[in-house]
């Protein structure tokens, strides 16, 4: 069973990128779509977007401008980058596997918090 | 983007009860092709991220109870949970995988009365 896991920063400043990693282990990142999902606090959930493994991408269009993912095949990893951040950015961050590119979300990651405040 | 409509906010069901949460998308997520509708429906507890109930509408995923049930096409579904435990007390979510961007509804409020 693939498992993911989420790392980066739990506090950025306003203005300034969050950046964060999903660790994927016990199967290979050259298979599925790898997503991002974000929960701000005590809200519902918003899809940000995907990668696949070749480095193709789709993005929220409402986020488009500020995002970029990318991925790292030799260390099974993939990244979330989200510019000029505000406290609006502030959210539970998830990543995710689907099988495809339109497809339900599992496994997940356990989510990391990122804050952005002064 | 389609938009998912739950209904009702929150809900509170006596044990062993059926509780009925609906969800309701802005347009048709029935694939006529191969006639499958594209909609999911994740179980969140607190603290926790969303756990995969059910795939294709009325697929349960493995390992989940089958008290969990689900229903509905085109635009209008339902997720009974058949008799009420009290470990089903979470935030239930739909979502819409037929087209980007994936969208979900704004979660149920599953409590026990």
């Known amino acids: 069973q693939v498992q993911l896991q989420e790392s980066g920063p739990g506090l950025v400043k306003p203005s300034e990128t969050l950046s964060l990693t999903c660790t994927v282990s016990g199967g290979s990142i050259r298979s599925f779509y790898w997503n991002w999902i974000r929960q701000p606090p005590g809200k519902g959930l918003e899809w940000i977007g995907y990668i696949y493994y070749s480095g193709i991408t789709n993005y929220n269009p409402s986020l488009m401008s500020r995002v970029t993912m990318s991925v790292d095949t030799s260390k099974n990893q993939f990244s979330l980058k989200l510019s000029s951040v505000t406290a609006a950015d502030t959210a539970v961050y998830y990543c995710?596997?689907?099988?495809?590119?339109?497809?339900?979300?599992?496994?997940w990651g356990q989510g990391i918090l990122v804050t952005v405040s002064s | 983007d389609i938009v998912m409509t739950q209904s009702p906010d929150s809900l509170a069901v006596s044990l062993g009860e059926r509780a009925t949460i609906n969800c309701k998308s802005s347009q048709s997520v029935l694939y006529s092709s191969n006639n499958n509708n594209y909609l999911a429906w994740y179980q969140q507890k607190p603290g926790q991220p969303p756990k995969l109930l059910l795939y294709w509408a009325s697929t349960r995923e493995s390992g989940v109870p089958d008290r969990f049930s689900g229903s509905g096409s085109g635009t209008d579904f339902t997720l009974t949970i058949s008799s009420l435990q009290a470990e089903d007390v979470a935030v239930y979510y739909c979502?819409?995988?037929?087209?980007?961007?994936?969208?979900f509804g704004q979660g149920t409020k599953l409590e026990i009365k």
């Open positions: 995710a596997t689907a099988a495809e590119a339109y497809n339900w979300f599992g496994p």
């Open positions: 979502q819409q995988y037929y087209s980007l961007p994936h969208t």
